[in-house]
């Protein structure tokens, strides 16, 4: 499998992890990519592309309601627009290398969604972009429960919450190689 297919794959079984499984992200990576060789490049960008998927994750699910009219946000469609949207729209990624890669996983039957439904919002939200980046996340995105439980927080805490909850992370990952020494 090429490259790029294989890490957007493995991004995929990540955010499938953490939002069916409720597992963090760190024990899903280790489980993803258990016994796959990647240079420290892709781990980097799978990790990064993971996080920040799920970082954003209540932007990009209001912004697949917009395109896609019914959809349920546990399967592999959803979790498959999560990971490409927020890379087209958070990551900056090429849109020829998401799109291709997103609509390649589903006609090699790697990821169970339905090719002209991810291929017609992709290209959908790509000619919309512009409208889509105006996209603000606010209080009343989150869940009832969490609204209601930090109900208490000022209107300044509130977006200061929402400010770094959005903020892109720095980023710095070290992987530990093992190293086989020879004994002569």
């Known amino acids: 499998m090429d490259a790029g297919l294989e890490s957007r794959l493995i991004i995929h079984n990540i955010i499938k992890l953490s939002i069916n499984k409720s597992m963090n992200i760190e024990n899903a990576f280790l489980i993803a990519t258990k016994n796959v060789d990647l240079s420290n490049d892709n781990k980097t960008f799978i990790y990064n592309a993971s996080l920040t998927s799920i970082r954003q994750y209540f932007l990009i699910k209001k912004i697949i309601k917009k395109l896609v009219k019914k959809i349920d946000f546990k399967n592999d ?44 919002t992709l290209r959908n939200f790509i000619r919309k972009k512009k409208s889509f980046i105006k996209e603000r996340v606010i209080f009343k995105d989150y869940p009832n429960w969490f609204y209601n439980n930090i109900s208490y927080l000022t209107e300044k805490e509130k977006n200061n919450f929402i400010y770094n909850i959005n903020k892109q992370p720095s980023l710095h990952i070290i992987v530990k190689e093992k190293k086989y020494l020879k004994k002569y």
Do not use: D, H, R, W
């Open 77 to 120: 469609t959803f979790i498959l627009l999560l990971s490409s949207l927020t890379q087209l729209l958070v990551m900056n990624i090429k849109e020829y290398a998401v799109v291709n890669s997103s609509v390649e996983l589903c006609k090699q039957k790697k990821i169970n969604a339905p090719v002209k439904l991810i291929n017609g």
